[in-house]
Structure formats: structure tokens, C-alpha cells
């Protein structure tokens, strides 16, 4: 792993400096460093005289409201189709290198002719581009956009700033996770000369929560089991207790991260029923701390791997396929049989 140059950082502006209408898109069920990472990639084109179209999969979740700020971003099958895209002249993939994570565009991905460009800071990753800019050791993929764009000296405006600090805040856990570096602070500090508010995006982010989000947390909550010694948090929900709760599937987001309060809790794994017949898992761990008795250092993105997902050391995600009791069991094995060694 390394972090690029700045001679990567041209030759990838280079092989994109044609392009004047590049189609922008990241995975489904968006995050903050998903979204984040659309915004400010279209701010960065557009100052440069290209005419984006950041696509979207979903609708915004309740969560990021905030970003309905920001220029519209069509969603794909509902505002745009296939035939829309034919004035596009380039793809630029952001936040995910895998298909899975494409799935609602994946068939026409990998039919297209178009040149294609992918930005991550993944591990995982599929051969869908014929560029990248990958660098595995930025927190999140804001972080590369930022750096990106001081090496060439493009304009941060306002909105790219606030999307860029909100991307690197969420995928840092609001700076407490152990990704929290140097540059992830020079860069937030960068952003907030620029214009971005922590206290304000906070806010919004956090501290305006529906009442369904917190029933949902609730009844993951009520419903955990803690196994291997308490050292396993697990959590199940259903298509019925989303329903229940009146919440909808992108109310789960952050809830896997709960049970790390917890002092012997050293990883964590939330499993999500959808419509879709596949289950959604989400895992989490937690480094070892100075003095920490138990020394585990799971790498949660080697369990995803093994169901066909991956992401980061201490978060990852996978789609499986079966129902949540067979899922859970073949999980909760595989967790159990790792935290023993």
C-alpha cells in the first residue's frame, strides 16, 4: 500500500481532462463518504468546465437530508435509464471498485464501451476500470478527493468542502476511530478553513434522528446476544422488525457500531433482511488497547471476504445469500471459530 504522488494525481486528472460529461456513481445504500464523495467530485468537474451527472441507486436517506442541499442527484430507474446516458462520455466510479456494490447498474457497467475510472480506498476490488486511484491507507475516499485536488489546485468551494469533512467524518466515526491520522486531521482542519462547520454538520447528521431510527436501535438493542465470552456482539433484524419500528432498511446504518461500547465486546456483526432475498451483514472490531488483557485484533475484512464481501479491517460488509437463520449460523461460526485462535 501506498499513498499516491503527485504524479499519480496528474496522470489520473490526465486521463479524465476530455471528458465533459462523465456519468458519477457509487454503491448502493449510500453513506456519508459515499455522498459525500459524489457532491465534491462534482463540484471539483465542474469547476473545471465538465457537466457531471452524479447518479444515486436510492433514494437519500433520512440521515444525510442535508445533502438535498446540494444539485439534485437523479436516481437510476426512476429519473434516469440507460437511454439517458448515451450523451455521457466517460463512468467515474467513487467509494467502490465491486460490482455487488453496483448491482442496480452492474449489467450496464460492464457492457458499456465507455472509459471507465475508479477512486477508493477499499481493499476490495473488482477489474471494473481501466484507471484507478486507489489508496488503501486514506480513511476515506474524501480524503483522496481533497488531496487530489490540492495537488492540482482546483477550487474547493463551500459545498465540496462540507461533503468532503462529512465523508472523512463519518468514515472516521467523527474522529475516534483508529484510522483518525495526521492527514485526516490536516485535511479536516484544511476543510474547515474552506467553510465546512463541524458543530453544524454534526448536528445535522446526528442529532436529528426519527423516532423510528431510535425504535430500530431499540429493538436491535433488546434483541443482542453477546457470545465467545462477550467477546461477539450479535444482532438480527428482520423485514418485520423494520416494519415495526416504522424505520426502512437505511435507518440500520451505525447501528452495528453500538455494541463496541460494550468493554469485553471486541467485534461486532449486524445482519439485515431485504426484499431482495439476500442478508445484509455488517461487521465491525475494535483494536486492542494498551493493557488490554485480550490482545484480539480481528480483521473483519477478512471474515467478509469469506461471503463474498471485504471493505476495511475494522469495517467491512457482505450480501449473502439464505435466510437470517442460516446466515446467522454460518456467521456466527465463522466469528466464533476465529476469535478461539
Same mark, same amino acid.
Given at each position: ?10 496522470d489520473?486528472?490526465?486521463?479524465? #481532462?476530455?471528458?465533459?460529461?462523465p456519468l458519477?456513481?457509487s454503491?448502493?445504500?449510500?453513506d ?5 464523495s459524489l457532491v #465534491? ?5 465542474r469547476s473545471?468546465?465538465a ?8 433514494a ?5 437530508a442535508?445533502f ?6 437523479p436516481?437510476?430507474e426512476s ?5 439517458d446516458?448515451?450523451?455521457c ?22 457492457a458499456?464501451d ?5 477512486i ?11 484507471h484507478?486511484l486507489i ?6 475516499t474524501c ?6 485536488a ?6 474547493i468551494d463551500?459545498?465540496?468542502?462540507a461533503a468532503?469533512f ?8 467523527w474522529?475516534?476511530?483508529s484510522?483518525t ?12 478553513d474552506?467553510?465546512?462547520l ?14 423510528a431510527?431510535v ?9 443482542m ?6 467477546r ?11 416494519t415495526?419500528?416504522?424505520a ?7 447501528i ?9 465486546v471486541?467485534?461486532?456483526?449486524l445482519?439485515v ?5 439476500l ?9 486492542p ?11 473483519? #475484512?477478512?471474515?467478509?471476504r469469506?461471503?463474498g464481501?471485504?471493505?476495511?479491517k ?9 435466510t437470517?437463520?442460516?446466515v446467522r ?8 471459530n476465529?476469535l478461539?485462535?
Open positions: 500500500m501506498s499513498v499516491p504522488d503527485a504524479k499519480a494525481y496528474r489520473a486528472a490526465a486521463a479524465m #481532462a476530455k471528458w465533459r460529461r458519477l456513481i454503491h448502493a445504500k449510500p456519508g463518504d459515499a455522498l459525500g #465534491a467530485m462534482q463540484s471539483l468537474l473545471g468546465g457537466a457531471p451527472v452524479a447518479l444515486l441507486f436510492d437519500i436517506p433520512d440521515r444525510y442535508l438535498q442541499q446540494y444539485p439534485a442527484m436516481i437510476w429519473d434516469v435509464h440507460a437511454s446516458l448515451a450523451a462520455d466517460g463512468v467515474i466510479a467513487l467509494d467502490t471498485c465491486t460490482y455487488s456494490q453496483l448491482d442496480p447498474i452492474a449489467e450496464w457497467l460492464r458499456t465507455l472509459p471507465k475510472f475508479a477508493d480506498h477499499h481493499i476490495t476490488r473488482d477489474d471494473l476500470a481501466d484507478y489508496d488503501e491507507t486514506a480513511a476515506a480524503l483522496i478527493l481533497h488531496d487530489w490540492r495537488v492540482m489546485g482546483w477550487p463551500g459545498d465540496a468542502a468532503m462529512i465523508g472523512i467524518a463519518m468514515d472516521t466515526g474522529f475516534v476511530h484510522n491520522d495526521q492527514r485526516v486531521l490536516s485535511a479536516s482542519a484544511d476543510l474547515i474552506r467553510g465546512a463541524p458543530h453544524e454538520l454534526h448536528q445535522q447528521l446526528y442529532q436529528r434522528e426519527t423516532p431510527r425504535r430500530l436501535l431499540g429493538a436491535a438493542l433488546q434483541a446476544e453477546l457470545l465467545a465470552d462477550h461477539l456482539a450479535v444482532m438480527v433484524l428482520s423485514l418485520d422488525a423494520i415495526q419500528a416504522g426502512t432498511p437505511a435507518d440500520t446504518e451505525d452495528v457500531n453500538e455494541p463496541l461500547r460494550i468493554g469485553s471486541v467485534a461486532s456483526v445482519l433482511e431485504s426484499e431482495r432475498g442478508i445484509r451483514a455488517s461487521f465491525r472490531s475494535k483494536p488497547t494498551t493493557g488490554d488483557g485480550d490482545g484480539a485484533d480481528l480483521d473483519v #475484512a477478512e471474515v467478509a469469506a461471503f464481501g471485504g471493505g476495511h475494522r469495517a467491512a460488509g457482505a450480501r449473502i445469500a439464505g437470517l437463520d442460516e449460523a454460518s456467521v456466527v461460526e465463522t466469528l466464533v476465529v478461539s485462535v
